[in-house]
């Protein structure tokens, strides 16, 4: 049975604007003029138990906003959405208890207190006995690597280090959920790869359900298997990650690098070729022609000195496919 | 929804942990503890240098003595009025405002816990903590200084009794109507203007700038049991003796009964804001 549910969710904001013009400053402060954004439009998917679900999607495309429907902050103006058999907006208190909220651009942490005091505390607000607490503390202080933090203030922690610590807290009482709202952001290359590592283990080992909103096409790659696309309020797309590729970018790239100088030429089912120097890079649809076939025809008539066969880059894909749908 | 020991017990545990952080949070500042502490002293003794000037040389120097404060009594008040002062809903703390203003707020609301409990031993706990620093450095003060202008002992015993209990009623209503004013400030659209005017109103009423007892007659029946009252000037009456300990009983009654319509007006508006609240930023 799936853990979460949502179908035809719908939110709309109401937005104040400045009336346009010469006077357009003055008058704004007499008269509002209010737009109405829909900021999801009948959203509908279902998450099962231990998926970890990449939820993209360009700036104000809703992502936020699913999220917070779906800890329970906003109430949705339409559709039912049932968490853990619960509708998060109406039974708040007992549903936030089994679920987990890191916010990449907000801390839960308290600023000038060392980390253990936070957890100290979260422990009393979520009623964690004492013997579970330590146990689990000490698994998670281990896994992150975040035993001599604890006694530092939080405000004197670097961003990698706080958002260990965040992770730390947002897991402490053992949610079944667990929401990630762009939490790999601002981090470095090292950081990035320790959170995300973590977290794949962590939903291997004790099954937490993750959902991901990120701007890094690299989180989705190395974590989910699920992605959702969404734009406009829309869900654009909903399925495994290859599918996303396949459908989005069937070509594949070929890099070689030639032993000397060459002109443009032709070969027989590219897609497109560039030569730049000695390095060719010809793009191809492996379903038409097969990777093998499209190697031979490039060696038999150059020497090779080294050849890469790439995906393109998921960076662009999303980027071709948000402008392809005019988001 | 959960009822009955179960749920309140595990909430009480949150809030009293809520409330050690965050005073363990405030001891830090303990510098800006004596900046405030000298800001105090210097106030009260420019009052009490007019008010003495008021008691010996004005056309109408029997007046004070008519309304019952003797100077005496008038010195002692001043600086006790300080000490309660620092517990008044002066501003909304910066904490909760800014995660009101930022956005926060949906982090505090991922909590298993009401959120006004929650935010009420914040505020409970910024009450508090001024008083350990910045209080007791001026209450120290007090104490030392020339006759003219100490801080007497309190007029009887019970009198003194019955004050401390009335000081933490007064603790309650001041964070009551603290919180009473971050519910109204949970709608973002308002901005900071009109919770200062109500807070100011609050603090004018409560007899920190003029005791209550120097009012216009006129006006002496309601000043005594409208809300603010309970602020300083009836525990302060208590301990200088213009308020007999026999009449204590319903004046800390007065009290608690405006400190629970607070909470529950404060509790009530915030659970419908928060249905349609509007968590800001990303």
């Given amino acids: 049975m799936s853990q979460i549910e949502l179908s035809c969710i719908s939110k709309t904001f109401k937005i104040s604007q400045r009336p346009e013009g010469k006077f357009g400053m003055l008058r704004g402060a007499f008269v509002r003029e209010s737009k109405i954004i829909r900021a999801l ?11 970890l679900v990449g939820y993209i999607g360009p700036n104000g495309a809703g992502k936020s906003t699913t999220v917070k429907i779906m800890s329970g902050i906003l109430t949705p103006d339409e559709g039912k959405c049932i968490i853990l058999n619960r509708i998060p907006w109406k039974e708040r208190v007992e549903h936030v208890s089994c679920i987990g909220v890191v916010f990449g651009q907000r801390s839960q942490l308290w600023w000038d207190l060392p980390a253990q005091d936070s957890f100290g505390l979260l422990k009393d607000i979520y009623s964690i006995p004492y013997r579970v607490y330590k146990k689990r503390l000490a698994e998670l202080v281990e896994t992150l690597d975040i035993d001599v ?17 965040e992770v730390a807290a947002a897991l402490l009482h053992s949610p079944k ?36 909103t990120t701007h890094d096409m690299d989180d989705i790659e190395t974590l989910c298997s699920r992605v959702m696309v969404i734009g406009r309020g829309k869900l654009l797309f909903d399925g495994r990650l290859d599918m996303l590729k396949e459908k989005y970018s069937p070509l594949r790239c070929i890099n070689a690098v030639l032993d000397k100088h060459i002109e443009i030429f032709s070969i027989d089912g590219a897609d497109s070729i560039k030569v730049n120097g000695n390095v060719l890079t ?5 379903s038409k022609t097969a990777a093998h076939t499209m190697v031979e025809r490039i060696a038999s008539q150059f020497p090779l000195k080294d050849i890469v066969i790439e995906e393109q880059d998921i960076d662009e894909i999303i980027a071709s496919m948000y402008k392809e749908m005019c988001l | 929804m959960k009822t009955g020991k179960a749920f309140y017990m595990p ?92 956005g926060d707020v949906a982090i505090e ?40 202008y100490r801080l007497s002992l309190p007029a009887s015993f019970s009198g003194f009794i019955c004050m401390l209990i009335s000081f933490a009623s007064a603790f309650l209503l001041c964070t009551a109507f603290g919180m009473l004013v971050c519910a109204l400030r ?13 807070m100011l ?55 608690i009964t405006w400190a629970m319509i607070f909470i529950f007006t404060g509790r009530s508006l915030m659970s419908v804001r928060l249905k349609s609240i509007i968590v800001q930023g990303g």
């Avoid at chain 2, 209080?135 to 104490?143: D, P, R």
């Avoid at chain 2, 005791?211 to 301990?239: H, K, N, T």
């Fill in chain 2, 109 to 148: 609301m991922c909590r298993p816990i009401d959120l006004y409990f929650h935010w009420f031993s914040k505020t409970a706990a910024t009450k508090l903590t001024p008083l350990f620093w910045r209080g007791s450095i001026t209450f120290l003060v007090g104490i030392i200084m020339p006759a003219a």
């Fill in chain 1, 41 to 51: 439009d009948e959203i509908t998917f279902e998450i099962n138990e231990g998926e």
């Fill in chain 1, 177 to 212: 959920i667990l929401f990630l709202d762009e939490p790999t952001i601002g981090l470095d290359a090292v950081s990035k790869l320790a959170l995300r590592e973590f977290l794949k283990k962590e939903n291997l080992k004790n099954g937490v359900t993750m959902i991901l």
């Fill in chain 2, 186 to 198: 949970l709608n973002i659209k308002w901005g900071d203007g009109p919770t200062h005017i109500i």
């Fill in chain 2, 11 to 102: 909430t009480l545990k949150a809030c009293l942990s809520i409330f050690r952080i965050k005073t363990a949070q405030g001891l830090q500042y303990r510098m800006a503890g004596l900046a405030g502490a000298s800001t105090s002293i210097f106030w009260v003794l420019i009052e009490i240098t007019v008010y003495t000037i008021f008691y010996t040389y004005s056309n109408n120097k029997e007046a004070g003595q008519i309304a019952g404060l003797s100077l005496r009594q008038l010195v002692s008040y001043a600086w006790l009025a300080q000490l309660f002062f620092l517990m008044q809903p002066m501003r909304i703390d910066s904490e909760i405002l800014g995660k009101i203003t930022s």
């Fill in chain 2, 201 to 255: 109103m609050g603090g004018i009423l409560s007899g920190a700038y003029l005791p209550l007892q120097l009012w216009p007659e006129f006006m002496q029946s309601f000043l005594l049991v409208q809300p603010f009252a309970g602020y300083l000037d009836i525990p302060l009456r208590l301990y200088v003796g213009t308020m007999l300990p026999a009449d204590a009983y319903w004046a800390i009654g007065l009290q």
């Fill in chain 1, 282 to 286: 010809v793009l191809f649809n492996p």
């Fill in chain 1, 149 to 165: 933090l604890l006694k530092m203030p939080v405000r004197q922690l670097s961003l990698g280090q706080r958002m260990r610590c």
